[in-house]
């Protein structure tokens, strides 16, 4: 008998399901807000990632009196869109982020902003992407770079108004933001009634040689995304009166520059006035002495991924104790926010909050070492 209940209530406690214990969700800690930045530190793009995380690293060293702290990590994505969408949900679902900060180039149409639209957790943009209010995640998406198309109007009105246009060298990789670059280009100069040059690819054999080519009989140049493939074509170009002007891409950054040597006084690129030391509202001159005794001088890039941890405190500690992602999704959009790069904007309709009248074209002065205004801010059509 005692055989015969022993195997009843085994066969009982096979037949329960086993109790599932729920998932604990990590703690929160009063006053501490955790943010995950997702930047390419090594593989294509690790340049730029580097010079946004060392400008995040300088505010987190700077003292605050905020009433809410950020706690920062910082994730490598290495230039991988599927480690890009792993580490958005690792961050939210497994370390419990608050907010993100992606430093990489995104569009409307990327997958990525679907996970941000699943993970709902307010999700800064540091490099240019067009308005994503009423994209997949555009609720929780907000972009601090003015939009490729913004930045495509203020090159193109500077080479109508120096009389650079045609002939025009137009090169590009195919990269996702030289291919999204080079499309609002193009579309500018059709919107302007101007035959836009068909596109040199550079990644093809004999791309780098033709561009060298079409360099040489060229008013202008203009090379979308990254600028650090394109030296070696930069280089090839006499420095000399009538050497065509080269335009580069919102993307670049300061040692892409110097790294040309003398072909640094060839190129023109947009960034922010602010960058240049252009009075800017709530812009923070110890941003750059400091930024500019440990790194050189700062890119615009750099300083907008300085100014996305300062906003995100700003909208914390403005209810400290309200600080769920609805509510401070709700504060950012209500936001106006000076920082070094510019006055930033938002409401619930506009997810781009960088103001136009900050963009400018910049050049490069070899004896100083720092970037000028090329062309006063060049307003929207």
């Given at each position: 008998?005692?055989?015969?209940?022993?195997?009843?209530?085994?066969?009982?406690?096979?037949?329960?399901?086993?109790?599932?214990l729920p998932t604990p969700s990590?703690?929160?800690?009063?006053?501490?807000?955790?943010?995950?930045?997702?930047?390419?530190?090594?593989?294509?793009?690790?340049?730029?990632?580097?010079?946004?995380?060392?400008?995040?690293?300088?505010?987190?060293?700077?003292?605050?009196?905020?009433?809410?702290?950020?706690?920062?990590?910082?994730?490598?994505?290495?230039?991988?869109?599927?480690?890009?969408?792993?580490?958005?949900?690792?961050?939210?679902?497994?370390?419990?982020?608050?907010?993100?900060?992606?430093?990489?180039?995104?569009?409307?149409?990327?997958?990525?902003?679907?996970?941000?639209?699943?993970?709902?957790?307010?999700?800064?943009?540091?490099?240019?992407?067009?308005?994503?209010?009423?994209?997949?995640?555009?609720?929780?998406?907000?972009?601090?770079?003015?939009?490729?198309?913004?930045?495509?109007?203020?090159?193109?009105?500077?080479?109508?108004?120096?009389?650079?246009?045609?002939?025009?060298?137009?090169?590009?990789?195919?990269?996702?933001?030289?291919?999204?670059?080079?499309?609002?280009f193009v579309t500018e100069l059709?919107?302007?009634?101007?035959?836009?040059?068909?596109?040199?690819?550079?990644?093809?054999?004999?791309?780098?040689?033709?561009?060298?080519?079409?360099?040489?009989?060229?008013?202008?140049?203009?090379?979308?995304?990254?600028?650090?493939?394109?030296?070696?074509?930069?280089?090839?170009?006499?420095?000399?009166?009538?050497?065509?002007?080269?335009?580069?891409?919102?993307?670049?950054?300061?040692?892409?520059?110097?790294?040309?040597?003398?072909?640094?006084?060839?190129?023109?690129?947009?960034?922010?006035?602010?960058?240049?030391?252009?009075?800017?509202?709530?812009?923070?001159?110890?941003?750059?002495?400091?930024?500019?005794?440990?790194?050189?001088?700062?890119?615009?890039?750099?300083?907008?991924?300085?100014?996305?941890?300062?906003?995100?405190?700003?909208?914390?500690?403005?209810?400290?104790?309200?600080?769920?992602?609805?509510?401070?999704?709700?504060?950012?959009?209500?936001?106006?926010?000076?920082?070094?790069?510019?006055?930033?904007?938002?409401?619930p309709m506009r997810h781009l909050?960088?103001?136009?009248?900050?963009?400018?074209?910049?050049?490069?002065?070899?004896?100083?070492?720092?970037?000028?205004?090329?062309?006063?801010?060049?307003?929207?059509?």
């Open positions: 008998m005692r055989v015969l209940a022993l195997l009843a209530a085994i066969l009982v406690s096979c037949a329960t399901p086993p109790v599932v990590p703690t929160r800690e009063p006053g501490v807000l955790k943010v995950a930045v997702m930047l390419n530190l090594s593989g294509q793009g690790g340049l730029s990632g580097q010079a946004q995380r060392s400008a995040m690293q300088l505010w987190i060293d700077e003292p605050s009196s905020a009433p809410v702290k950020l706690r920062v990590t910082f994730v490598d994505v290495a230039g991988s869109d599927t480690k890009l969408l792993l580490e958005v949900r690792r961050a939210v679902v497994g370390d419990g982020a608050d907010a993100l900060v992606i430093g990489v180039p995104l569009s409307v149409a990327d997958p990525t902003l679907n996970a941000i639209a699943v993970a709902a957790v307010p999700t800064l943009l540091t490099l240019p992407i067009a308005e994503p209010a009423a994209a997949p995640g555009g609720t929780f998406t907000f972009a601090l770079a003015p939009s490729p198309d913004e930045i495509a109007h203020a090159m193109a009105s500077d080479l109508v108004a120096r009389g650079l246009v045609q002939p025009m060298l137009l090169a590009s990789d195919d990269s996702r933001a030289a291919v999204g670059e080079r499309a609002a059709r919107r302007r009634a101007i035959v836009a040059p068909g596109a040199v690819d550079l990644e093809t054999p004999d791309g780098p040689q033709r561009a060298r080519t079409a360099a040489a009989f060229a008013k202008s140049v203009v090379l979308t995304g990254a600028s650090a493939p394109y030296g070696d074509v930069i280089r090839s170009i006499p420095v000399a009166i009538d050497a065509p002007r080269v335009y580069l891409s919102y993307l670049t950054e300061t040692a892409d520059v110097t790294n040309l040597r003398d072909q640094s006084a060839l190129v023109t690129w947009p960034g922010s006035r602010g960058v240049v030391g252009a009075p800017v509202s709530g812009a923070s001159t110890s941003f750059f002495q400091r930024f500019a005794d440990r790194y050189g001088a700062p890119s615009t890039i750099a300083a907008t991924a300085y100014d996305a941890l300062g906003l995100i405190q700003r909208a914390a500690s403005a209810a400290p104790s309200e600080t769920d992602a609805a509510r401070l999704r709700q504060r950012l959009e209500a936001t106006t926010f000076g920082g070094v790069v510019t006055r930033y904007s938002f409401t909050g960088f103001g136009i009248e900050d963009l400018a074209l910049l050049r490069w002065n070899a004896q100083t070492g720092r970037a000028f205004v090329a062309a006063r801010p060049v307003e929207p059509a």
